[in-house]
């Protein structure tokens, strides 16, 4: 079926397979405004007031040998959330255990979910009014907010099989953006450095922990914090400061060789 006309189907309509053409672009884009058209409308249409839920959806189906007629596997569908001012959300749909469920839902604010595997809790949110991601949580109260019935854990892995000597392994970095008098740059470090064990052996059995903090003498952050200040040794938890090798508990290091504490 071809023609300029409109095609209005009442019921349900199957076809082997649907080519749109929204524009005389086979991407569906005018090239002389560079504005993309609507090449394929699926609408809902009601004769009474629409309420909040209602909507328009597009499934996706396959028909095979145990199948005897169409299976829906997948949908994302428009749904109405404030009738008046004419909000919806946009929501997509797998099929699991022979149901669908829900796994992404983009909000008519510009929020963003992400479901877990019985899509009914949101577990990965974007809240894009406080520009905030939430793990674990649809409220986030800071720009990453990890939440967890459990232990809240961040994870840094180093994937490395073949680790070298005062190799970083992995390090959070504290930046600053302040253009002002050399006030742009990293202005601390927290990193972790591969060690051996305590006599020799391979660089991956153990790692060191170490503070950096400006080494400019005025600390300017635009040195990128190169100065290690504090390191805690692995396996014996000693600290030193101005020392990465601390022979006790506690070494304080001045310029000289000799340790002050």
């Known amino acids: ?29 005018d090239s002389a405004t560079n504005t993309v058209s609507t090449g394929l409308t699926v609408g809902h249409k009601t004769s009474g007031t629409t309420a909040n839920g209602f909507g328009a959806a597009l499934g996706l189906a396959v028909q095979n040998s145990t199948y005897s007629t169409f299976e829906t596997t997948a949908t994302f569908e428009s749904v109405v959330t404030d009738q008046v001012a004419i909000h919806s959300d946009l929501n997509f749909y797998t099929k ?15 929020d963003i979910s992400f479901y877990e595997d019985t899509g009914t809790t949101a577990k990965l949110f974007w809240d894009a009014s406080a520009e905030s991601l939430g793990i674990g949580t649809s409220s986030p109260q800071a720009l990453i907010d990890i939440s967890s019935a459990t232990t809240s854990t961040l994870r840094l892995s180093n994937s490395d099989t073949a680790l070298t000597e ?4 992995g390090q959070l970095e ?14 601390g470090k927290i990193a972790m450095r591969s060690v051996p064990l305590t006599g020799g052996g391979y660089f991956g059995n153990a790692a060191d922990m170490d503070f950096y903090v400006s080494g400019d003498s005025n600390g300017y952050a ?9 390191t805690i040794q692995g396996g014996s938890g000693r600290v030193g400061i101005g020392t990465t090798s ?4 506690l070494e304080v290091k001045g310029s000289g060789t000799s340790p002050i504490v």
């Open 222 to 230: 635009s040195n990128n914090a190169t100065l290690k200040a504090i």
């Open 174 to 187: 504290f930046y600053q953006g302040d253009t002002s008098s050399q006030g742009t740059g990293i202005t």
């Open 96 to 110: 699991y255990n022979n149901s669908l469920q829900k796994r992404m839902s983009f909000n008519n604010d510009g």
């Open 246 to 249: 601390p022979s006790g508990k």
């Open 1 to 29: 079926l071809s023609g300029a006309g409109g095609l209005d189907v009442t019921g349900t309509a199957t076809m082997d397979g649907l080519v749109v053409d929204g524009a005389s672009a086979t991407n569906a884009t």
């Open 166 to 169: 005062n190799q970083i392994t």
